[in-house]
C-alpha cells in the first residue's frame, strides 16, 4: 500500500517557449489553408497517386518510395475522398468533392511541427534557450517552407522526419551519458530509426540524412569501444541496442511500408505493363482475369504466348506473320527471305505459340499431359501459320553480328531446318524441373548453333511494321534478361486440324488456376522496377541547378489566380538564405583554424564548448552537405525545391554560430552588446523581408504590375505580371 | 633501466599519433617519461630494453661514439627487428636452420621484434636521423647490415661469408622475381601475328604518329605517343592500316610495339614486389605478391599486347612504389634520395594521368598521402611555433612544386609534343574549329584568309559552339506531316560518335560525308521528289481523307512547281527543312541582312556597315532563299521548345524571321568577330533562343541532328554559336593565322572536346565516362569503318562481374578455327584475391577494435598488425579508388578496367597472408614446429598459385565456349 504511505504526485515541466512556438507554426501553416481551391503545381504529380490509392489501382511512382503517398492519401481518407477528380493540369478548380483542407493538413501539420522542433535541437545541442528560440523563428519566418507546407507536396514531411531523426538521436546520446537503457534512452534510440526510416520511405533522399545520423552514431559508438571503464559484455549490448535500433528496425519498417502499399494496392491499373507477369496476375482484373484458371504445367501440345522479360523499349510478345523477310535489306544485305519473327507489344493471335514434342507429330495434348522439363529439346510451332521457329547463319536484319531468326519456310535451296530448341528453365530449383506458366523464366537455346533467342530492341523498318526484332544471339556469356521468356496465357491445345486449331486460337483461355507471389518477391520486383524505371528526364521551365539554390538565384511560380495577379512562388527569404550559407562558410573556416590550432596543441575553446561546437556543426553543417551536395551527382531535372531540406539544417546552424561568435570571439561585454544589436537588427530585417514577401507565400492578396515589379529583387526571378 | 633513458636522443620527428600510446603501454615507466624531452629511436631501445642487461651493453655502448658506426648499428637494429633478413635467410637457407639459432637471439627475435612498420615502414621513417641511405635502398642493401648487426647482437658470429651471401640472395631474388616476369610476358609475344581487340586503334593512332596526321581521341596522347614512338624506333614505317582485327601483320614490324608494351608489363611484377617489401618489410609477402602477378593469366594477357594498359598500370605502380620509397625517406626531408623520390613520383603521376583519366585515382591516392603526411608534420610539438613554420613552408612547398608544378608542366608538354609532331591535316580535323584547323598543313584552312569582322551582306556559316553537333544548316525538304509546320527542316549533323551514333553515321554517309573538308561536295538532300512521293505514301497509308489527301497532292504539286520553276513565284511561301551537318557545304551557307531592309547591302555604292551586339537581323538561307524561322510550333524531338524552320520567298517572310544577335564574350568590342566571338540568337517574337538539342532527327531529317528555338533562357553551350566561314568582298581579308589559337586555348579546346564529344550525359558524370571509354574515343577515328567489330559480340560488363572473374574479354579470333586470346584472370588468383579483402576487412576491424579497447598486444603481434593497419590499409585504399567509382560511371565498362585495382588487390593479399601466418606462428608457439607455419603456408601459396597456371595452360588447350556456362574454364587459350 505504498501509494497510501505517499502522496501521488504528477509533474508537469512545460516549456511554454515550445508551446508557443507549436501555436505561432500551426498559425502560420494552417492558415486560410484551403485557399487557392485549385491545383497548385506538383499537387497534380502527387493528387493522381492520392486518387489511385482511393480507388486502389496499383501504380508505380519511381520518384520515391510509397510512405509518402501514402501519408497524403490519408488526408483523403480522413476527408472522405473518393478519389474522383482529373489531375491533369495546373491551376484546375478542385470539385466539391475533393477535400481539399484535409489533403492538404498532413503536409502543413510536419511543417508546423517543424517549428518546435529546431528549438528543441538546438536546445538538446547544448546551446542557450535563446539561440534555440532564434533557429524555431527563422524556420517560422522562412517563406519557401511556409509555402511548401501548405500544400498537398512532401517536402515538408521530408523535413520534418529528418528533423525529428536527429532530435531524437540527440536526445538519446544525452540520455546516454546519465541512464543508459532506462526507458526514456530506448524510447529516443528507437524513434531514431523509425524516423530515419520515415524519411527515406517519404523521398529516397532521406537516405542522406540516414547516413548521416548512422555515421554519427558509428563516431559516437567508436569512442563507447574506447572506453575502458566499460565492461566487455556493456559494451557489447551498446553496440547491439544501436544496430537492432538503427540498422533492423528501419529495414523492417520500410518493408512494412511496402507490405502496407502493396495490401492497399490490389486492383489492376495503367502502370501494371511495366511489371512482369507474375506480379499482374497478383492484381485484381487485368491480367489475372485472363490467366486465371490457366493449367499451371506447360505441356507437349500447349498453345501459350511468351513474354519477353527485359519489357525494354516496350513489353513485348514473340511473334510472327506471313509476311517474310525481304531478300535485299536497304543496306545491301540479303536475308534469308523466310517469314518473320518479331516481338509484337499488343495482344494478338499471332503470339500464339504450341511446344511440340520434335519426335511426334501431334500438336495436341495427351492425356495425362506430359509436361516439359529443363533441358528438353522443344520445336516452337507458330499457331496460325504453322511454321516452325528456327534460327540460321543468316545475319539478322539490324544487328549483322547475330543470327537471323524466322518461321522455317523451304525453298528448296539447301538451307536446311534447324528448328531444334532446348529449353533452359533460369529460376529452377532443380535440373528435372517443370517448365510452369507465368513462373518459370526460360532460354531457348538453339540445339544446331548455340544462339540464344533474345530480343534486341531493336524496331524493324516497315517492312517489319516497326515491330521489334528478335535474333538468336551467339556466343552470349552471362545472363540478360533479353534473352528471357515467360509463358503468359497458356491452355492445353485440343485441336487436331488447323483450321479448328485457328478457331480455338482465337477464342479466349480459360479454367483455373490461382497464384499469388509472395511479399517479398513482390517487393524486391517493384522496388527493383522503381529503382530502375527511368523517366525521361524533361526540361522544364523552372528546373534549376544546385548552384542557383545557395543564393536563390531562382524561383518556381507554383500557381496564379485566373483572373486577378494573386500568386504563390516559391520564394525563400533571401536575407535567411544568404546569411545562413554565410554562417555555413564562417562555421567551416572557424572549425578548420580551431583543428589547425589544436593540433598545435593550442586550445581556445574549453573542452566541453569545443565538443558542442563539432557536434553541432556535424549534424547541421553536415545535414546541409548531405543534402546539397549529392544533387551535383544526379541525372534527374532538379527543382529549387529540392534545397529546402538542406536549407533547414543550414537555419539550425545560422544561432550556433551566433552564439559562438558572442560567446567566444567577443572579447568585451560592449563587443557582445554590439553584436547583440546587430543580430537583432538582422532579425528584423530577416522579419521585414518575410513579410514582404508574404503574399507571393499565401497568394492571398492580389498586387499591382508596379508592386511586383518591385517584388523582383534578382533579374533571375520570373514573377508573373499580367498584361492587361 | 636508467642507462637507457640516457640514450633517448633524437625523438622521432613525426611519430604518428598511435604511435606514441602503443609507446606508452609498452615501455617501461621510466622510458615513458622519458619521452617528453626528446626520446629516440625508441624502437631499439624497446627491443633491447627487455634484454638481458648484458646483451644490451654490448649493443648500445657502441653508440654514443663516433658517427660513423652509430647509423650502421641502427638501421641494423631498425631492420633485424621485424624484418626479412631472417625470414629471408630462413627462406632461402631452409627453414629448418632455425631452432639451431642460439636461445637468447630467439629471444631478440621473438620478443624484441619490434613493429616492422614502426620500425621502418610509413612511421619508421623519422626513426633514422641521419642515415646516409633511404630506406628504400637499404631495402635491397640490407643484406650487409643484416651480417653486422648479427655480429653485434649475438654472442655467436655468423661467418663474413653469410653476409655476402644473404645481400646477394636479395638481389638474386629480385632478379629472379623480375626474370620470371619477363620470360612469361615475352614468351611467344609474336603470336598471334594479327592485329588484336584493341590494337587496332592504338596501333593506328601510333602509325598516326609516325606519318604525323591529326587524329582525335578522348584519352590524353602520352600513351599512344609512346607506342608511336617504340613503332619508329623499331623501324616500323607506320604504314600497316589496322584496319579491324584479324588483320594480318605479315612483313609489317610489329614486334617494337608489342615488346615495348611487354617491357612495361613486365616490369609490373618488381615494382609490385618492392612497393611490398617497403610497406611490410617482409620478403615472403613480396615473393607472394610477385607470384600472384606473374602468375595471373590476365595480367600476362594484358600485357602482351599494344594497349594502353600496360603503359598505364605501369605509370600508376611507378607512382606508387615512388611514393612509398619517398614516405620512407620522411625522417630526412630535403636530401637527396627525398627529392628523388618525391620527383620521381610527381612525374609518375603526370605520366598516369597522360595515358588515361583513370590516373586521377591514383593522384587522389598521392593527395591523401600527402595531405596526411603534412598533418603528422604539422603536429609535432617538439618545435617551437616559429621553426614549425619555416618547415612547414618549405614541406609545402616542396610537395606543391613536386606533386602539382612537376606533373602539370609534365602533362602540358605532352600535349605540346602532341600538337607540335601532328602537322597534318588527318582524321581529326573535323572535331576541331576552323581556326585550329587552320594550323594543319593539308587542310583547306591552311593559310586561308576571311574578312576579321561580320557586316550585313556577309555570308557565313555558323557552328555551334558544342563540339560534335556541327554547323546551322536547311535544305529543301519539309518537315513531315504532324510534325509542327511543314517548314523548310533546320537541323545539325554531325559525325556520329558512340554506340548507337556509331551505327547511324554509317546511314549518313552517303548523305554527307566523304571528306569533312570538302567544300564542292554537294549534298545528296536535294532529292526533293523521291521524299515528296515517300510523304505521299505514307499519307495513303495513313489513311487520310480524300479531301484532306487532295489538299495535299495540290500542295505537293504547287511545292514541285515551286522548286523546279523558281524564277516564277509559287502562289504562296512554302517554308522548307531546316537541320544542322558537321560537313562542310552550300547548304550551311547563311546571308546575314538588315531586318527592315531587303535591299543588298553589297551593293557598291552603300557603305559597310558592320553588325553590332544587339542588332535585329535576318538570316537568309543562301541557296533556297529562306529565312530562319521561328513560331509557337513545338519542335519535332524536343517537344518543348519551338521549332525552327525556313520560310519566306526570296528572302522576303514576316515578323517570326526576326533575330537579336547578342555576343557572350564581349571583349571584342561589340562588333563580332570571326570564330572568337560567342553569340546567341534570340528570336524576337517569342523570345526563345535558338540552339541544337542535340538530338538526331528521323530518317525524314537525314539524321542530321534537331535545331530548335528554347524557351529556356539557359546559358548551355547549345544555344551559343560562332560564325565560321565568312565571305565578304566589301571588307579586307586578314590571314587567319592572326586568329590562330595559342597553346593554352588548343589545349582547353581539345579537353572540351574530350568532355562534349560523350555528349548525352550531364557534365558530373562526363568525367567519368571518359575514364571507363576507350571505345568511344577510337570509335571517332574510324566511324566510317564499317564491318563486324567482335566486341559488339560481347555483353558489355558490370563492375561486380569483374572480381570474381566473371566473364572475359575476347581478344582475338572469334571466328572458329583460329588463334584464340580471351582475357580472363587465373581464378585461383582472382578468388584468392577476394577472399584477402574478405579476410582483411575482418581481421583489421578486430585488430582495431583490440586497440580501441586497449587490449595489452605482445611486441610481435602489435608489430604485424601495425603492418596490417598502415600498409594493408593504403593498398585497400589504393583498390577502392580504382574500383569503387566504376559503379558510379554510366554505360560502357570493360572487363580490363578493372585490372589497376587488381594489382592494389594482389599486392594486399601478398601482406594479408603473410601477416596471418606469422600470426598464426606466434600463437602457436608454445608447439615445436610452430615456426614452420608460416614457412610452408606461403611456401603452399606459391606453389598453388603455379600451380593453378599450369593447370590453366592445360584447360586452355580446350578452350570451351559453351554459351551458357559462365566462362570460367578457358584461359589464355591458344
Request: proline share 6%; charged share 15%.
Amino acid at each position: 500500500m505504498g501509494f497510501l504511505q505517499r502522496p501521488v504526485v504528477v509533474t508537469a515541466d512545460i516549456n511554454l517557449n515550445v508551446v508557443a512556438l507549436t501555436a505561432v507554426g500551426l498559425l502560420s501553416r494552417l492558415w486560410q489553408l484551403a485557399y487557392p481551391r485549385a491545383v497548385v503545381f506538383d499537387e497534380v504529380y502527387y493528387g493522381q497517386y492520392i486518387s489511385f490509392y482511393m480507388k486502389r489501382i496499383f501504380f508505380l511512382d519511381s520518384s520515391g518510395p510509397p510512405f509518402g503517398h501514402m501519408l497524403l492519401a490519408l488526408g483523403g481518407y480522413i476527408g472522405g475522398f473518393d478519389g474522383n477528380f482529373l489531375w491533369n493540369r495546373i491551376g484546375a478548380e478542385y470539385s466539391s468533392n475533393v477535400p481539399v483542407w484535409c489533403l492538404r493538413l498532413l503536409p502543413a501539420l510536419a511543417g508546423a511541427l517543424s517549428v518546435p522542433m529546431a528549438y528543441q535541437i538546438v536546445w538538446e545541442l547544448g546551446f542557450s534557450p535563446c539561440a534555440a528560440m532564434g533557429a524555431a523563428l527563422l524556420v517560422l519566418i522562412e517563406n519557401a517552407l511556409v509555402t511548401q507546407s501548405r500544400l498537398m507536396l512532401l517536402e515538408s514531411v521530408l523535413i520534418f522526419f529528418d528533423l525529428l531523426a536527429v532530435l531524437s538521436y540527440l536526445k538519446f546520446f544525452n540520455s546516454q551519458k546519465h541512464r543508459p537503457f532506462s526507458l526514456s534512452w530506448w524510447f529516443w534510440l528507437t524513434l531514431t530509426g523509425m524516423a530515419c526510416s520515415c524519411a527515406v520511405g517519404v523521398k529516397y533522399v532521406g537516405v542522406f540524412t540516414y547516413l548521416l545520423v548512422l555515421g554519427v552514431a558509428a563516431v559516437h559508438a567508436w569512442h563507447l569501444i574506447g572506453d575502458q571503464t566499460l565492461s566487455n559484455v556493456c559494451v557489447l549490448c551498446h553496440l547491439l541496442a544501436r544496430a537492432v535500433a538503427l540498422l533492423v528496425i528501419p529495414a523492417a519498417t520500410y518493408l512494412l511500408f511496402f507490405y502496407v502499399h502493396l495490401a492497399l494496392l490490389c486492383r489492376s491499373g495503367p502502370h501494371d505493363q511495366i511489371m512482369s507477369s507474375a506480379f499482374q496476375a497478383s492484381l485484381e482484373g487485368g491480367l489475372a482475369r485472363i490467366t486465371q484458371g490457366q493449367p499451371l504445367e506447360v505441356a507437349y501440345g500447349s498453345q501459350v504466348t511468351l513474354k519477353n522479360a527485359f519489357g525494354k523499349p516496350v513489353p513485348c510478345w514473340l511473334h510472327s506473320h506471313q509476311s517474310t523477310y525481304p531478300v535485299i535489306y536497304e543496306s545491301g544485305r540479303g536475308s534469308s527471305h523466310q517469314q518473320q519473327v518479331t516481338c509484337y507489344p499488343f495482344k494478338d493471335v499471332n503470339n500464339w505459340w504450341i511446344i511440340k514434342d520434335p519426335r511426334r507429330h501431334q500438336l495436341v495434348v495427351n492425356n495425362p499431359p506430359r509436361p516439359v522439363r529443363h533441358g528438353d529439346i522443344v520445336q516452337l510451332v507458330h499457331g496460325m501459320t504453322t511454321r516452325f521457329l528456327n534460327t540460321h547463319d543468316v545475319a539478322a536484319p539490324l544487328s549483322p553480328h547475330s543470327q537471323e531468326v524466322s518461321c522455317y519456310v523451304d525453298y528448296n535451296i539447301s538451307m536446311p531446318a534447324q528448328n531444334l530448341w532446348r529449353l533452359d528453365i533460369v529460376n529452377r530449383e532443380s535440373d528435372a524441373e517443370v517448365w510452369k506458366t507465368i513462373l518459370s523464366e526460360v532460354r531457348f537455346v538453339h540445339v544446331n548453333t548455340s544462339a540464344i533467342l533474345k530480343l534486341s530492341g531493336a524496331h524493324l523498318p516497315d517492312w517489319g511494321f516497326r515491330q521489334l526484332e528478335v535474333v538468336g544471339e551467339k556466343l552470349s556469356r552471362g545472363y540478360h534478361e533479353s534473352t528471357v521468356w515467360n509463358v503468359e496465357e497458356h491452355r492445353y491445345g485440343k485441336s487436331q486440324e488447323q483450321k479448328e486449331r485457328e478457331l480455338e486460337l482465337h477464342s479466349p483461355t480459360e479454367s483455373d488456376i490461382s497464384r499469388n507471389l509472395s511479399f517479398m518477391a513482390r517487393f524486391s520486383e517493384l522496388q527493383w522496377r522503381m529503382l530502375t524505371v527511368r523517366s525521361d528526364d524533361s526540361e522544364h521551365k523552372y528546373s534549376s541547378t544546385p548552384l542557383d539554390w545557395v543564393m536563390l538565384d531562382t524561383n518556381i511560380a507554383y500557381w496564379l489566380h485566373p483572373r486577378t495577379s494573386a500568386q504563390i512562388h516559391l520564394l525563400g527569404n533571401i536575407v535567411i538564405w544568404a546569411s545562413a550559407s554565410l554562417a555555413t562558410m564562417v562555421y567551416a573556416l572557424l572549425f578548420l583554424w580551431y583543428l589547425l590550432r589544436r593540433r598545435r596543441k593550442v586550445y581556445d575553446l574549453p573542452e566541453d564548448s569545443w565538443l558542442r561546437w563539432v557536434l553541432a556543426g556535424a549534424l547541421c553543417a553536415g545535414g546541409w552537405a548531405v543534402n546539397y551536395l549529392p544533387f551535383f551527382l544526379m541525372e534527374k531535372t532538379l527543382f529549387l525545391y529540392h534545397y529546402l531540406p538542406a536549407l533547414t539544417f543550414q537555419i539550425l546552424l545560422l544561432p550556433v554560430v551566433f552564439e559562438h561568435i558572442s560567446n567566444h570571439l567577443c572579447r568585451s561585454q560592449l563587443q557582445r552588446s554590439l553584436f547583440g544589436a546587430l543580430v537583432v537588427a538582422w532579425f528584423a530585417s530577416a522579419c521585414h523581408v518575410s513579410n514582404t514577401l508574404r503574399p507571393l507565400t499565401y497568394g492571398d492578396r492580389s498586387l499591382s504590375p508596379s508592386e511586383l515589379k518591385a517584388l523582383r529583387w534578382k533579374d533571375s526571378w520570373d514573377i508573373l505580371i499580367r498584361k492587361y | 633501466m636508467s642507462f637507457k633513458v640516457s640514450f633517448s636522443v633524437p625523438r622521432p620527428a613525426a611519430t604518428p599519433h598511435s604511435r606514441r600510446c602503443w609507446e606508452l603501454q609498452f615501455l617501461e615507466p621510466v622510458f615513458s617519461r622519458a619521452r617528453p624531452a626528446r626520446p629516440s629511436r625508441s624502437v631499439m631501445l624497446r627491443a633491447t630494453s627487455r634484454l638481458p642487461a648484458a646483451r644490451a651493453a654490448t649493443t648500445l655502448s657502441a653508440q654514443p661514439r663516433g658517427r660513423r658506426p652509430a647509423p650502421r648499428r641502427r638501421r641494423k637494429e631498425l631492420h633485424f627487428p621485424g624484418h626479412p633478413e631472417l625470414p629471408l635467410g630462413d627462406f632461402l637457407a631452409g627453414r629448418l636452420a632455425r631452432p639451431r639459432v642460439p636461445a637468447g637471439r630467439r629471444a631478440i627475435l621473438r620478443r624484441g621484434r619490434m613493429p616492422p612498420a614502426v620500425g621502418r615502414g610509413l612511421a619508421g621513417s623519422e626513426l633514422r636521423p641521419r642515415r646516409g641511405r633511404c630506406g628504400s635502398q637499404a631495402a635491397r642493401a640490407v643484406g650487409p647490415d643484416v651480417a653486422a648487426e648479427a655480429t653485434a647482437r649475438s654472442p655467436k658470429r655468423p661467418a663474413p661469408g653469410s653476409r655476402r651471401f644473404e645481400a646477394a640472395g636479395r638481389w638474386a631474388l629480385l632478379a629472379l622475381v623480375t626474370l620470371m616476369s619477363f620470360a612469361t610476358r615475352f614468351h611467344r609475344l609474336d603470336e598471334p601475328p594479327h592485329v588484336c581487340w584493341d590494337e587496332t586503334h592504338f596501333g593506328k593512332m601510333g602509325s598516326y604518329y609516325i606519318n604525323r596526321t591529326f587524329f582525335f581521341d578522348v584519352h590524353p596522347p602520352l600513351g599512344k605517343m609512346l607506342i608511336g614512338l617504340a613503332g619508329y624506333l623499331s623501324g616500323y614505317d607506320g604504314t600497316f592500316l589496322f584496319q579491324k582485327p584479324g588483320d594480318k601483320y605479315e612483313h609489317h614490324s610489329y614486334m617494337g610495339m608489342r615488346g615495348f608494351c611487354a617491357f612495361l608489363g613486365s616490369l609490373l611484377v618488381p615494382f609490385a614486389y618492392l612497393t611490398v617489401l617497403e610497406l611490410s618489410q617482409s620478403l615472403p609477402a613480396a615473393l607472394l605478391t610477385a607470384a600472384l602477378l606473374t602468375f595471373d593469366t590476365g595480367c600476362l594477357t594484358l600485357s602482351q599486347y599494344i594497349l594502353l594498359d600496360p603503359i598505364l598500370m605501369f605509370f600508376i605502380m611507378a607512382a606508387m612504389l615512388s611514393m612509398v620509397k619517398y614516405n620512407s625517406c620522411a625522417n630526412r626531408p630535403f636530401s637527396a634520395p627525398w627529392w628523388f623520390w618525391l620527383s620521381l613520383t610527381g612525374i609518375n603521376l603526370a605520366g598516369a594521368l597522360g595515358v588515361k583519366f583513370v590516373g586521377l585515382f591514383i593522384i587522389l591516392q598521392v593527395g591523401w598521402n600527402t595531405l596526411s603526411d603534412l598533418w603528422h608534420l604539422f603536429g609535432d610539438c617538439s618545435l617551437s611555433m616559429v621553426r614549425t613554420q619555416v618547415t612547414m613552408g618549405k614541406h609545402l612547398t616542396a610537395r606543391i612544386l613536386c606533386l602539382i608544378v612537376l606533373p602539370m608542366a609534365l602533362y602540358t608538354a605532352t600535349y605540346a609534343i602532341h600538337f607540335m609532331v601532328l602537322s597534318k591535316s588527318g582524321p581529326g580535323d573535323g572535331f576541331f574549329s576552323s581556326a585550329f584547323q587552320a594550323r594543319l598543313s593539308g587542310n583547306n584552312l591552311h593559310n586561308a584568309s576571311i574578312p576579321e569582322y561580320l557586316a550585313y551582306g556577309s555570308v557565313i556559316t555558323v557552328r555551334n559552339l558544342r563540339m560534335a553537333i556541327g554547323y546551322l544548316h536547311s535544305h529543301r525538304d519539309l518537315y513531315p506531316e504532324g510534325i509542327g509546320a511543314r517548314q523548310q527542316q533546320v537541323s545539325e549533323s554531325s559525325v556520329h560518335l558512340c554506340g548507337s551514333r556509331a551505327k547511324l553515321s554509317a546511314v549518313t554517309e552517303p548523305a554527307g560525308k566523304k571528306n569533312p573538308n570538302n567544300t564542292e561536295r554537294i549534298p545528296q538532300h536535294r532529292k526533293t521528289l523521291t521524299s515528296l512521293s515517300k510523304f505521299k505514301a505514307d499519307k495513303l497509308d495513313r489513311g487520310l481523307s480524300n479531301i484532306g489527301l487532295l489538299l495535299i497532292v495540290l500542295w505537293l504539286t504547287v511545292l514541285i512547281v515551286m522548286i523546279f520553276s523558281l524564277p516564277s513565284p509559287p502562289p504562296s511561301p512554302a517554308p522548307t527543312q531546316v537541320t544542322t551537318y558537321l560537313h562542310k557545304d552550300y547548304n550551311n551557307l547563311w546571308i546575314i541582312k538588315k531586318h527592315s531592309t531587303n535591299s543588298d547591302p553589297l551593293d557598291p555604292s552603300l557603305p559597310v556597315e558592320f553588325v553590332r551586339h544587339g542588332d535585329i537581323i535576318r538570316l537568309e538561307h543562301k541557296e533556297t532563299s529562306r529565312n530562319l524561322h521561328s513560331h509557337y510550333h513545338e519542335a519535332p524531338l524536343t517537344r518543348k521548345h519551338y521549332q525552327v524552320t525556313g520560310y519566306g520567298i526570296n528572302g522576303t517572310g514576316d515578323s517570326n524571321d526576326f533575330w537579336r544577335i547578342e555576343v557572350v564574350n564581349r571583349k571584342f568590342e561589340n562588333r563580332i568577330k570571326v570564330l572568337r566571338s560567342q553569340i546567341r540568337l534570340i528570336h524576337l517574337a517569342t523570345g526563345c533562343v535558338l540552339g541544337s538539342s542535340g538530338k538526331i532527327l528521323p530518317k525524314w531529317g537525314w539524321e542530321q541532328f534537331e535545331v530548335t528555338c528554347s524557351p529556356y533562357l539557359k546559358g548551355t553551350l547549345n544555344s551559343i554559336w560562332n560564325v565560321e566561314d565568312h565571305i565578304n568582298p566589301k571588307l579586307p581579308n586578314i590571314s587567319l593565322d592572326v586568329l590562330q589559337p595559342s597553346f593554352p586555348e588548343i589545349l582547353l579546346e581539345s579537353h572540351m572536346l574530350m568532355i562534349w564529344v560523350l555528349w548525352p550525359l550531364p557534365i558530373w558524370w562526363l568525367l567519368y565516362e571518359l575514364l571507363g571509354l576507350h571505345k568511344c574515343g577510337s570509335q571517332i577515328s574510324n566511324y566510317g569503318n564499317s564491318g563486324l567489330k567482335p566486341k559488339d559480340n560481347e555483353f558489355t560488363s558490370k563492375p561486380w562481374h569483374w572480381p570474381i572473374n566473371y566473364q572475359g574479354l575476347h581478344f582475338s579470333g572469334i571466328s572458329d578455327m583460329d588463334f584464340r586470346v580471351y582475357l580472363l584472370g587465373n581464378p585461383v588468383v582472382w578468388w584468392l584475391n577476394l577472399l584477402s579483402i574478405g579476410l582483411y576487412l575482418l581481421s583489421g576491424s578486430i585488430v582495431a577494435v583490440a586497440v580501441q579497447r586497449g587490449a595489452r598486444l605482445p611486441a610481435e603481434v602489435e608489430g604485424l598488425s601495425w603492418v596490417l593497419l598502415r600498409g594493408g590499409g593504403q593498398l585497400l585504399f589504393g583498390w577502392m579508388l580504382h574500383y569503387f567509382p566504376f559503379f558510379l560511371m554510366g554505360r560502357i565498362l570493360y572487363f580490363h578496367h578493372y585490372f589497376p585495382a587488381m594489382l592494389f588487390s594482389s599486392m594486399l593479399t601478398g601482406i594479408l597472408w603473410d601477416t596471418l601466418l606469422r600470426l598464426c606462428a606466434w600463437s602457436l608457439a608454445c608447439f615445436p614446429l610452430a615456426g614452420g607455419i608460416h614457412a610452408v603456408g606461403i611456401l603452399s601459396l606459391l606453389l598453388g598459385i603455379a600451380y593453378s597456371r599450369v593447370l590453366g595452360r592445360e584447360a586452355s588447350a580446350q578452350v570451351n565456349l559453351d554459351p551458357l556456362g559462365e566462362g570460367l574454364d578457358s584461359a589464355q587459350g591458344v
